[in-house]
């Protein structure tokens, strides 16, 4: 039994598109509902540098906001290694290349479901 709603849905399209803007790398998407209670998806994706990766912050967190989702918690902006923006039920995660291989948040994770981006996107556009 999925406890997912409809704007947990919503927020993950949004911050996936708001990635895409910018050109995020290797964006991944878990829906972890039915392992924990703490999110329904957390977004995981790469920036080259750290002016990209503030930047990918810069768009999801206004892309979102706009969209009535305001970030309750943001850490990492300013070394921009690893970004962590909490907005609710959906955790999205920006990574340098260097920490994104260290943390392997895909790999802790593994217990969640790996969404398909297609399958995200399908009734968004």
């Given at each position: 039994?999925?406890h997912?709603?409809?704007?947990s849905l919503?927020a993950a399209?949004?911050?996936?598109a708001?990635l895409?803007?910018?050109?995020?790398?290797?964006?991944r998407?878990?829906d972890i509902s039915?392992?924990?209670?703490i999110?329904?998806?957390?977004?995981?994706?790469g920036?080259?540098n750290?002016?990209?990766i503030q930047?990918?912050?810069?768009?999801?967190?206004?892309k979102?906001?706009r969209a009535?989702f305001?970030?309750?918690?943001?850490?990492?902006y300013?070394?921009?290694?690893?970004?962590l923006l909490?907005?609710g039920?959906v955790i999205?995660h920006?990574?340098?290349k260097?920490?994104r291989l260290?943390?392997?948040?895909?790999?802790i994770?593994?217990d969640?479901?790996?969404?398909?981006l297609?399958?995200?996107?399908?009734s968004?556009e």
């Amino acid at each position: 039994m999925e406890h997912q709603t409809g704007r947990s849905l919503e927020a993950a399209r949004l911050a996936i598109a708001a990635l895409e803007d910018k050109k995020a790398e290797d964006i991944r998407v878990i829906d972890i509902s039915r392992v924990t209670v703490i999110a329904d998806y957390f977004i995981i994706a790469g920036g080259g540098n750290k002016s990209q990766i503030q930047a990918l912050c810069d768009n999801v967190q206004e892309k979102l906001g706009r969209a009535g989702f305001p970030a309750r918690q943001t850490e990492g902006y300013d070394t921009a290694n690893w970004v962590l923006l909490d907005f609710g039920d959906v955790i999205v995660h920006i990574f340098d290349k260097e920490n994104r291989l260290l943390y392997d948040l895909e790999r802790i994770w593994g217990d969640g479901r790996a969404v398909e981006l297609s399958e995200l996107k399908g009734s968004a556009e």
